[in-house]
């Protein structure tokens, strides 16, 4: 087990890639991390999803398939470390994974002293084909305690989708993280489904070292990818922005799931946002919450908002509706601040700067949002 105090950054092959993985697209991956900045700004795990595996143990051990990963696990981990990454690998409580790969039910302490002798930083843990009557959570809490005594440390990210309620007992399994849902897919009712419609509720579950996970980023995916997330149109880039502030605002782990060797000019700028990413890893570890709804003609916007470190603030506005350009106000007191305070209001996308007295009106298009950073002025 680790503490890992801030929210893990990083990409999974999952979305863009799906079983079509191998050992040459991870290198390429990583070598875009670092060609773009992205690894330098925090996104340094280097996550393989499942269909690394053999199609069967060998000698009882876990074993990667030798096509697409003839180098091998460790050298891969190898590679990744001296580049300043870390590999981060998958693997399933039932016996089976959910692409039908070996899972490590039952083989729980050798796979874990397996992942260790190996060089793994972190491990997702899925939830298919666990056999009947036997307890999920025990599963889980099983893969923690071994993970804790493998003598590595070892992220460990558990993937049962919020059946069991893992926001209750994840932690004291060991995780770090924790999904809280089902697949998300390329497309916005996804994202509302995943993100906008739970992570306030369970905000009050997560901080410094454990974390909700409302899934990977599907940020500059554009339809394309893995067909079991991808249909082939997307989300359109005002989507994708209200989809990573959210997941900043929330203090959700960043893991991109777009094909970042190939990575928009747009999507590129807007996951390297700095004072974005700086929301997400905010030493205070505080998750955002809903903390208004505006409803206006039938449709609506929300304004979330989250402590940050220094006495700021940090605020979002996302306008969920289909009108353009909609003003949506956001009150001091509806912050929990005196009406009276006197901020310096920074747009974190937009750039400005400004000096605001009572509250401030913010312009928002349809599915799109904005960042505020509110920083009181004497
Ligand atoms: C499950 C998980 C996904 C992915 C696939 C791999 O569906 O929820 O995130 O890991 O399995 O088979």
Redesign the pocket.
């Known amino acids: 087990m680790v503490m890992q105090n801030r929210p893990p950054m990083g990409w ?1 092959s ?1 979305n863009s890639f ?2 079509e993985i191998g050992e040459a697209i991870v290198k390429e991956s990583a070598e875009a991390l670092l060609d773009t900045g992205l690894a330098e700004l925090g996104y340094r795990y280097v996550n393989v ?3 690394w595996q053999s199609e069967k143990r060998i000698d009882g051990r876990l074993r990667w398939d030798d096509q697409t990963f003839p180098s091998g696990i460790p050298a891969l981990a190898d590679t990744l470390h001296r580049k300043g990454l870390k590999l981060g690998l ?1 693997s ?1 409580a039932g016996p089976m ?3 039908g790969r070996p899972g490590s039910y039952g083989h729980e302490r050798i796979d874990a002293e397996t992942f260790a002798e190996w060089g793994v930083d972190l491990l ?1 843990y ?3 084909h666990l056999p009947p009557g036997v307890d999920g959570r025990r599963l889980c809490e099983r893969m923690g305690r071994e993970l804790a005594a493998s003598g590595r440390s070892i992220v460990y990210s558990l ?1 049962e ?1 919020g059946r069991g309620d893992p926001w209750e007992w994840a932690a004291y399994a060991g995780a770090t993280m924790w ?1 809280i849902s ?2 998300i897919d390329d497309r916005w009712e996804s994202i509302v489904d995943v993100g906008f419609s739970r992570l306030s509720e369970l905000a009050p579950y997560a901080g410094r070292g454990r974390w909700n996970d409302p ?2 980023l599907v940020v500059g995916m554009h339809g394309v990818g893995n067909r ?1 997330v991808a249909d082939g149109v997307g989300c359109t880039d005002a989507e994708y922005r209200s989809h990573f502030l959210l997941w900043c605002l929330t203090a959700a782990p960043l893991l991109i799931g777009a094909d970042v060797r190939n990575l928009d000019e747009q999507s590129l700028t807007l996951l390297s946002n700095p004072a974005a990413v700086a929301v997400n890893q905010d030493p205070l570890g505080v998750p955002a919450r809903r903390i208004g709804r505006v409803e206006h003609g039938g449709e609506t916007a929300e304004v979330w908002a989250r402590p940050l470190s220094g006495g700021r603030t940090a605020v979002g506005v996302f306008n969920m509706g289909l009108n353009a350009g909609r003003r949506v106000p956001v009150a001091w007191e509806s912050l929990g601040w005196d009406a009276r305070t006197t901020f310096s209001v920074r747009d974190a996308l937009g750039g400005g700067e400004d000096i605001r007295r009572s509250d401030v009106s913010v312009a928002v298009g349809s599915h799109d949002a904005a960042l505020l950073i509110l920083e009181p002025v004497d």
Request: aromatic share 20%; hydrophobic share 10%.
């Open positions: 999974n999952w799906g079983p999803d499942d269909f998958y399933c994974t959910c692409g997702k899925d939830y298919c993937c989708w999904r089902g697949d899934d990977t079991e």
